[in-house]
């Protein structure tokens, strides 16, 4: 069984930073394709960065500087570090798996206040 177990969500002010992790089991982590996606209030859910296999990164316009995407593949675990945040980051943030299939986890919220 796939479990994707985000961790790290909660309230920042705007400019602070946060850390989220995302807790990989049931797949063989180093495969896969590791993202974050987040749907703000209203919004439709969208990518925010994603790790390949290999290392390579991908960022959303709206977050490249400010977030960094990780992986510790000893550890089954995907990193997102979020700096300099801003009130439009607020939303749920989802970790997915991916390759082939894409698995979800249940999501984080994240909450910037002015």
């Known amino acids: 069984q796939v479990q994707l177990v985000e961790s790290g969500g909660g309230l920042a002010q705007a400019g602070g930073s946060l850390r989220l992790s995302c807790a990989a089991s049931?797949?063989?982590?180093?495969?896969?394709?590791m993202g974050w996606y987040r749907q703000g209030p209203g919004k439709q859910r969208e990518l925010v960065a994603d790790?390949?296999?290999?290392?390579?990164?991908n960022y959303a316009d709206s977050v490249k500087g400010r977030f960094t995407i990780s992986r510790d593949n000893a550890k089954n675990t995907v990193y997102l570090q979020m700096n300099s945040l801003k009130p439009e980051d607020t939303a749920v943030y989802y970790c997915?798996?991916?390759?082939?299939?894409?698995?979800w986890g249940k999501g984080t919220q994240v909450t910037v206040s002015s």
């Open positions: 997915t798996a991916v390759r082939g299939v894409t698995y």
């Open positions: 049931g797949i063989i982590f180093s495969y896969y394709t």
């Open positions: 790790i390949t296999s290999g290392g390579r990164t």
